[in-house]
Antibody, heavy 119, light 110 residues
Framework: QVQLVQSGAEVKKPGASVKVSCKAS????????MHWVRQAPGQGLEWMGL????????NYAQKFQDRVTVSRDASTTTVYMELISLRSEDTAVYYC????????????WGQGTLVTVSS | QSALTQPASVSGSPGQSITISCTGT?????????VSWYQQHPGKAPKHMIY???QRPSGISNRFSGSKSGNTASLTISGLQVEDEADYYC??????????FGTGTKVTVL
């Protein structure tokens, strides 16, 4: 069964950065786009960005363009999302999600990682 | 890209049908048949329910159906059940490798 297992909760101070990991298993990692979506407390889902199967191409929502980096490591079948210059508004649960090929929808999700930004 | 617009809440009695709308623009919902819907129970990760406007992934009940007209997509839940009570989000491809989610709808089973 496909699994996406994310790293644990983080507490960061404003201005710091965070890197969340998402370990994929039980499928061919290099065949799938991967996405990151976040959800602030009590709020809706927000798409952040994606990385292509080879790891050579990324695209980010305009809102996060200058602060987020998504990367992947095929040797460990892990995807990463790094967010810099954290502010309190970045407090949220961050999800990785797999895109089913040629359908533009997310068929498997990680369990979520809570990132809390607080002084 | 701005979030797609959904009603904040929709309610219905068990057995009834409800429809959730998802309004975007000619740049996203109106341009691509790539609207998907997700169900999210409290404290859980989202779960896919519909993709490609109206396609149901295997394992998803046929009580869930999707459609689209112009810039508005819709999710219909027929034969409403207690376990359908959750938040629902639409998502559309917006071109140039961009995606946008809806504002979310809380479904309450009365």
């Amino acid at each position: 069964q496909v699994q996406l297992v994310q790293s644990g909760a983080e507490v960061k101070k404003p201005g710091a950065s965070v890197k969340v990991s998402c370990k994929a298993s039980e499928y061919t990692f290099t065949n799938y786009y991967m996405h990151w979506v976040r959800q602030a407390p009590g709020q809706g889902l927000e798409w952040m960005g994606l990385i292509d199967p080879s790891g050579t191409s990324t695209n980010y929502a305009q809102k996060f363009q200058d602060r987020v980096t998504v990367s992947r490591d095929a040797s460990t079948t892990t995807v990463y999302m790094e967010l810099i210059s954290l502010r309190s508004e970045d407090t949220a649960v961050y999800y990785c999600a797999r895109e089913r090929p040629s359908t533009s929808y997310f068929d498997f999700w990680g369990q979520g990682t809570l990132v809390t930004v607080s002084s | 890209q701005s979030a797609l617009t959904q009603p904040a809440s929709v309610s219905g009695s068990p057995g009834q049908s409800i429809t959730i709308s998802c309004t975007g623009t000619s740049s996203d919902v109106g341009s691509y048949d790539l609207v998907s819907w997700y169900q999210q129970h409290p404290g859980k990760a989202p779960k896919h329910m519909i993709y490609g406007v109206s396609q149901r992934p295997s394992g998803i009940s046929n009580r869930f159906s999707g459609s689209k007209s112009g810039n508005t997509a819709s999710l219909t839940i027929s034969g409403l059940q207690v376990e359908d009570e959750a938040d629902y989000y639409c998502c559309s491809y917006g071109g140039s490798s961009n995606y946008v989610f809806g504002t979310g709808t809380k479904v309450t089973v009365l």
